[in-house]
């Protein structure tokens, strides 16, 4: 079984990255920091356009202590910054087609969409976040200025 789940990851991440047809300069690596209850834990989050949207491809290690196995990450834009959120997200990509990819080494492969130019995005004035899933508690896990 674990190597028909590696086959899988293998063919997913090569179609993934391998038949992109975003040119390399479009495509934008997010910062993002783990929050205090998931300290240790990575997420590198990328980022690029798709016509009048913005995709970004997740690779996350980790979730916070106490989640549901498998977890279901969620990922929102807020306006502001990391350091000071708006009160409520500006674009919720929760609702699209999620896919999910697991790997022997615990990390976990997701894809969000938010319907709004990734130019916009780049400018400033907001910040990527990824939550639990509000049966684990809906707490921000990391965060990342898209600036």
Known sequence: MKIVS???LVVAVGSI???????DAQVTNVPMNATAINAGNIARPIMMPDGQATVF??????ESMGSALPGRLQAYIYPGSCGSLGAKPAYDMNDGPN????????MQYFWKSAPVPV???RAGGYALVVRESPADG???????NLS
Do not use: N
């Open 57 to 62: 491809w997740f690779a996350v290690s980790g």
């Open 17 to 23: 990255f391998g038949c992109s047809t975003v040119p």
């Open 119 to 121: 130019e916009t995005l």
């Open 6 to 8: 590696s086959l899988a």
């Open 138 to 144: 809906h707490q921000a896990i990391f965060c990342g």
């Open 99 to 106: 896919a999910r990819f697991y790997s022997q080494a615990s």
